[in-house]
Protein backbone atom coordinates (compact mmCIF):
# COMPACT_ATOMS: atom_id res chain seq x y z
CA UNK A 1 0.00 0.00 0.00
CA UNK A 2 1.29 3.94 -1.11
CA UNK A 3 1.82 6.35 1.69
CA UNK A 4 -0.41 8.29 -0.51
CA UNK A 5 -3.54 5.62 0.13
CA UNK A 6 -4.39 7.21 3.47
CA UNK A 7 -5.36 10.63 2.10
CA UNK A 8 -7.80 9.38 -0.32
CA UNK A 9 -11.37 8.29 1.03
CA UNK A 10 -14.70 6.62 0.22
CA UNK A 11 -17.95 7.37 1.44
CA UNK A 12 -19.43 4.83 4.51
CA UNK A 13 -22.10 3.84 1.67
CA UNK A 14 -19.56 1.34 -0.48
CA UNK A 15 -19.22 -0.29 2.82
CA UNK A 16 -22.76 -1.10 3.48
CA UNK A 17 -22.85 -1.82 -0.05
CA UNK A 18 -20.98 -4.51 0.51
CA UNK A 19 -22.35 -5.89 3.61
CA UNK A 20 -25.53 -6.17 1.29
CA UNK A 21 -23.36 -8.14 -1.41
CA UNK A 22 -22.18 -10.44 0.35
CA UNK A 23 -25.31 -11.51 1.99
CA UNK A 24 -25.82 -13.56 -1.31
CA UNK A 25 -23.13 -15.87 0.50
CA UNK A 26 -24.46 -16.07 3.93
CA UNK A 27 -22.01 -13.84 5.24
CA UNK A 28 -23.12 -11.48 7.84
CA UNK A 29 -22.51 -7.50 8.68
CA UNK A 30 -20.69 -9.18 11.82
CA UNK A 31 -18.46 -11.63 10.26
CA UNK A 32 -17.61 -8.93 7.62
CA UNK A 33 -16.37 -6.45 9.39
CA UNK A 34 -14.44 -8.59 12.35
CA UNK A 35 -11.45 -7.21 13.06
CA UNK A 36 -11.48 -4.11 10.73
CA UNK A 37 -11.58 -0.31 11.77
CA UNK A 38 -14.88 0.63 10.84
CA UNK A 39 -16.57 2.42 14.00
CA UNK A 40 -19.84 1.24 14.75
CA UNK A 41 -21.53 4.73 14.61
CA UNK A 42 -19.67 5.59 11.24
CA UNK A 43 -22.07 3.30 9.96
CA UNK A 44 -25.04 5.45 10.87
CA UNK A 45 -23.28 8.08 10.00
CA UNK A 46 -24.21 9.27 5.62
CA UNK A 47 -21.67 11.53 5.44
CA UNK A 48 -18.98 9.52 7.18
CA UNK A 49 -15.68 8.40 4.86
CA UNK A 50 -13.06 5.86 4.81
CA UNK A 51 -9.82 5.46 4.31
CA UNK A 52 -8.71 3.37 1.20
CA UNK A 53 -6.39 0.88 3.20
CA UNK A 54 -9.20 -0.32 5.30
CA UNK A 55 -11.35 -0.81 2.28
CA UNK A 56 -8.91 -2.60 0.39
CA UNK A 57 -8.87 -4.84 4.06
CA UNK A 58 -12.82 -4.90 3.81
CA UNK A 59 -12.88 -6.39 0.55
CA UNK A 60 -9.51 -8.65 1.14
CA UNK A 61 -11.93 -10.09 4.00
CA UNK A 62 -15.16 -10.19 1.84
CA UNK A 63 -13.24 -12.04 -1.10
CA UNK A 64 -12.07 -14.36 1.39
CA UNK A 65 -15.40 -15.07 3.24
CA UNK A 66 -17.11 -15.25 0.21
CA UNK A 67 -14.41 -17.57 -1.92
CA UNK A 68 -15.57 -15.42 -5.02
CA UNK A 69 -12.62 -14.11 -7.03
CA UNK A 70 -15.01 -12.50 -9.63
CA UNK A 71 -16.53 -10.21 -5.93
CA UNK A 72 -16.02 -7.07 -8.49
CA UNK A 73 -18.57 -8.14 -10.75
CA UNK A 74 -21.15 -8.80 -8.25
CA UNK A 75 -20.64 -5.43 -6.62
CA UNK A 76 -21.16 -3.67 -9.96
CA UNK A 77 -24.15 -5.50 -10.87
CA UNK A 78 -25.37 -4.66 -7.89
CA UNK A 79 -25.55 -1.08 -7.98
CA UNK A 80 -28.03 1.44 -7.73
CA UNK A 81 -27.40 5.21 -8.26
CA UNK A 82 -28.55 5.59 -4.43
CA UNK A 83 -25.23 3.84 -3.87
CA UNK A 84 -23.50 7.33 -4.48
CA UNK A 85 -25.58 9.66 -2.21
CA UNK A 86 -26.24 13.04 -3.18
CA UNK A 87 -25.00 12.31 -6.39
CA UNK A 88 -26.77 9.23 -7.02
CA UNK A 89 -30.24 11.49 -6.45
CA UNK A 90 -28.54 13.66 -8.81
CA UNK A 91 -28.10 11.61 -11.72
CA UNK A 92 -31.90 9.83 -11.39
CA UNK A 93 -32.72 13.61 -11.51
CA UNK A 94 -30.75 14.07 -14.91
CA UNK A 95 -32.26 14.35 -18.63
CA UNK A 96 -29.54 12.32 -20.59
CA UNK A 97 -26.29 10.32 -20.11
CA UNK A 98 -24.64 13.21 -21.15
CA UNK A 99 -26.18 15.09 -18.21
CA UNK A 100 -25.18 12.55 -15.97
CA UNK A 101 -21.71 12.01 -17.27
CA UNK A 102 -20.94 15.75 -16.64
CA UNK A 103 -22.23 15.51 -13.15
CA UNK A 104 -20.31 12.62 -12.70
CA UNK A 105 -17.17 14.28 -13.40
CA UNK A 106 -17.82 17.57 -11.49
CA UNK A 107 -18.97 16.14 -8.30
CA UNK A 108 -17.17 12.73 -8.41
CA UNK A 109 -15.18 13.24 -5.38
CA UNK A 110 -18.50 12.93 -2.98
CA UNK A 111 -17.79 9.30 -4.10
CA UNK A 112 -14.46 8.55 -3.80
CA UNK A 113 -11.26 10.52 -3.89
CA UNK A 114 -9.19 7.68 -4.94
CA UNK A 115 -10.61 7.74 -8.67
CA UNK A 116 -11.56 10.05 -11.05
CA UNK A 117 -13.21 9.75 -14.71
CA UNK A 118 -12.37 11.63 -18.00
CA UNK A 119 -14.84 11.48 -20.82
CA UNK A 120 -13.47 11.62 -24.88
CA UNK A 121 -15.66 11.31 -28.26
CA UNK A 122 -14.01 10.05 -30.93
CA UNK A 123 -15.84 9.35 -33.89
CA UNK A 124 -18.74 7.58 -33.04
CA UNK A 125 -17.62 6.61 -29.79
CA UNK A 126 -17.75 7.96 -25.94
CA UNK A 127 -15.66 6.83 -23.36
CA UNK A 128 -15.29 6.95 -19.72
CA UNK A 129 -11.71 6.63 -18.42
CA UNK A 130 -11.30 5.73 -15.21
CA UNK A 131 -7.94 6.68 -13.77
CA UNK A 132 -6.15 5.75 -9.93
CA UNK A 133 -4.98 7.87 -7.71
CA UNK A 134 -4.10 5.68 -5.43
CA UNK A 135 -2.51 1.89 -4.75
CA UNK A 136 -5.62 -0.79 -4.22
CA UNK A 137 -3.48 -3.76 -3.75
CA UNK A 138 -4.34 -7.02 -4.23
CA UNK A 139 -8.25 -5.67 -4.59
CA UNK A 140 -7.33 -3.69 -7.55
CA UNK A 141 -8.94 -5.92 -9.93
CA UNK A 142 -12.71 -5.60 -7.52
CA UNK A 143 -12.25 -1.87 -7.29
CA UNK A 144 -11.98 -1.51 -11.02
CA UNK A 145 -14.81 -3.84 -11.90
CA UNK A 146 -16.64 -2.78 -9.47
CA UNK A 147 -16.54 1.33 -10.90
CA UNK A 148 -16.77 0.30 -14.41
CA UNK A 149 -19.82 -2.23 -14.20
CA UNK A 150 -21.56 -0.36 -11.65
CA UNK A 151 -21.32 2.99 -13.94
CA UNK A 152 -22.70 0.86 -17.02
CA UNK A 153 -25.51 -0.79 -14.73
CA UNK A 154 -26.54 2.64 -13.07
CA UNK A 155 -26.95 4.00 -16.81
CA UNK A 156 -29.02 0.80 -18.13
CA UNK A 157 -31.36 1.27 -15.11
CA UNK A 158 -31.87 5.32 -15.69
CA UNK A 159 -32.41 4.61 -19.42
CA UNK A 160 -34.57 0.83 -19.25
CA UNK A 161 -32.37 1.00 -22.19
CA UNK A 162 -30.25 -2.54 -23.38
CA UNK A 163 -26.97 -0.68 -23.50
CA UNK A 164 -25.44 -3.44 -25.57
CA UNK A 165 -23.25 -1.45 -27.83
CA UNK A 166 -20.88 -1.09 -24.52
CA UNK A 167 -17.26 -2.35 -23.74
CA UNK A 168 -15.18 -2.50 -20.44
CA UNK A 169 -11.45 -2.28 -21.12
CA UNK A 170 -9.18 -2.84 -18.26
CA UNK A 171 -5.29 -1.80 -17.71
CA UNK A 172 -5.46 -5.24 -15.21
CA UNK A 173 -3.82 -8.44 -16.48
CA UNK A 174 -5.91 -11.35 -17.43
CA UNK A 175 -7.61 -12.88 -14.33
CA UNK A 176 -7.84 -16.39 -13.72
CA UNK A 177 -11.62 -16.44 -13.44
CA UNK A 178 -11.84 -14.80 -16.93
CA UNK A 179 -14.74 -17.28 -17.46
CA UNK A 180 -17.13 -16.30 -15.09
CA UNK A 181 -17.06 -12.92 -16.13
CA UNK A 182 -19.67 -14.09 -19.05
CA UNK A 183 -22.38 -13.77 -16.24
CA UNK A 184 -22.53 -9.83 -16.99
CA UNK A 185 -23.02 -9.69 -20.55
CA UNK A 186 -20.30 -7.58 -21.72
CA UNK A 187 -17.63 -7.39 -23.78
CA UNK A 188 -14.45 -7.18 -21.66
CA UNK A 189 -10.91 -6.46 -22.69
CA UNK A 190 -7.47 -6.64 -20.38
CA UNK A 191 -4.16 -5.51 -20.80
CA UNK A 192 -5.61 -2.67 -22.22
CA UNK A 193 -3.61 0.63 -21.80
CA UNK A 194 -6.79 2.13 -19.65
CA UNK A 195 -9.90 1.27 -17.51
CA UNK A 196 -12.47 2.51 -19.97
CA UNK A 197 -15.74 1.75 -20.79
CA UNK A 198 -16.91 2.53 -24.23
CA UNK A 199 -20.29 2.80 -25.91
CA UNK A 200 -22.04 4.14 -29.24
CA UNK A 201 -22.06 8.54 -28.60
CA UNK A 202 -25.47 8.38 -29.78
CA UNK A 203 -26.57 6.93 -26.63
CA UNK A 204 -25.18 9.85 -25.11
CA UNK A 205 -28.94 11.75 -25.82
CA UNK A 206 -30.64 8.89 -24.43
CA UNK A 207 -33.24 10.16 -22.26
CA UNK A 208 -33.30 9.36 -18.34
CA UNK A 209 -36.49 8.11 -17.08
CA UNK A 210 -37.14 10.56 -13.86
CA UNK A 211 -36.04 13.85 -15.08
CA UNK A 212 -36.48 16.09 -12.37
CA UNK A 213 -35.21 19.50 -12.44
CA UNK A 214 -36.25 20.52 -9.08
CA UNK A 215 -34.83 17.58 -7.24
CA UNK A 216 -31.71 18.10 -9.62
CA UNK A 217 -30.81 21.69 -8.52
CA UNK A 218 -31.41 20.60 -4.45
CA UNK A 219 -28.89 17.73 -5.50
CA UNK A 220 -26.89 19.64 -6.97
CA UNK A 221 -26.64 21.89 -4.06
CA UNK A 222 -25.88 19.00 -1.37
CA UNK A 223 -22.93 18.24 -4.11
CA UNK A 224 -21.40 21.36 -3.58
CA UNK A 225 -22.23 21.39 -0.14
CA UNK A 226 -19.66 17.89 0.27
CA UNK A 227 -17.12 18.79 -2.27
CA UNK A 228 -16.27 22.48 -0.03
CA UNK A 229 -16.44 20.09 3.18
CA UNK A 230 -13.73 17.54 1.30
CA UNK A 231 -11.51 20.70 1.30
CA UNK A 232 -8.05 19.99 1.37
CA UNK A 233 -4.99 21.59 3.41
CA UNK A 234 -1.99 22.53 1.32
CA UNK A 235 0.14 19.75 2.34
CA UNK A 236 -2.47 17.59 1.60
CA UNK A 237 -2.76 19.36 -2.03
CA UNK A 238 0.87 18.64 -2.52
CA UNK A 239 0.87 14.89 -1.28
CA UNK A 240 -2.16 14.51 -3.74
CA UNK A 241 -0.10 16.04 -6.42
CA UNK A 242 2.35 13.43 -5.91
CA UNK A 243 0.04 10.41 -6.02
CA UNK A 244 -1.44 11.79 -9.20
CA UNK A 245 2.15 12.05 -11.42
CA UNK A 246 2.92 8.48 -11.96
CA UNK A 247 0.49 6.56 -13.89
CA UNK A 248 -0.54 2.91 -12.84
CA UNK A 249 0.75 1.36 -15.94
CA UNK A 250 4.01 3.38 -15.96
CA UNK A 251 5.61 6.48 -16.82
CA UNK A 252 4.33 9.98 -15.66
CA UNK A 253 1.02 12.56 -16.22
CA UNK A 254 1.50 15.57 -17.68
CA UNK A 255 0.69 18.82 -16.29
CA UNK A 256 -2.61 19.34 -17.98
CA UNK A 257 -3.80 15.45 -16.96
CA UNK A 258 -3.04 16.26 -13.46
CA UNK A 259 -4.51 19.84 -13.37
CA UNK A 260 -7.75 17.62 -14.93
CA UNK A 261 -7.57 14.87 -12.75
CA UNK A 262 -7.60 17.34 -9.55
CA UNK A 263 -10.33 19.26 -11.07
Known sequence: ??????????????????????KRWGVSREALLAGIDVPA??????????????????????????????????????????????????????STVRDAIDLSLRYGKVV????????????????LIVDEHTDFGSVRDVVIMTTLIAWWKVSAALTARDLTTSTLDFALPEPEYVARLAMTGLRMRFNRPVHRLT????SLDLPYTMPDAVALALAREQCER???????TRGELTARVRVLI???????RTLEEVAAAMS
Open 41 to 94: EALGDPHARIPVPTIVTLVEQARLLTGEPALGVYCGLQTRATLYGSLGFALASA
Open 226 to 232: ELESLGM
Open 199 to 202: FDAR
Open 246 to 252: PKPGGGF
Open 112 to 127: TTALTMRFRVERQMAS
Open 1 to 22: MSPGSSLHTFGIAHVLHLVEVV
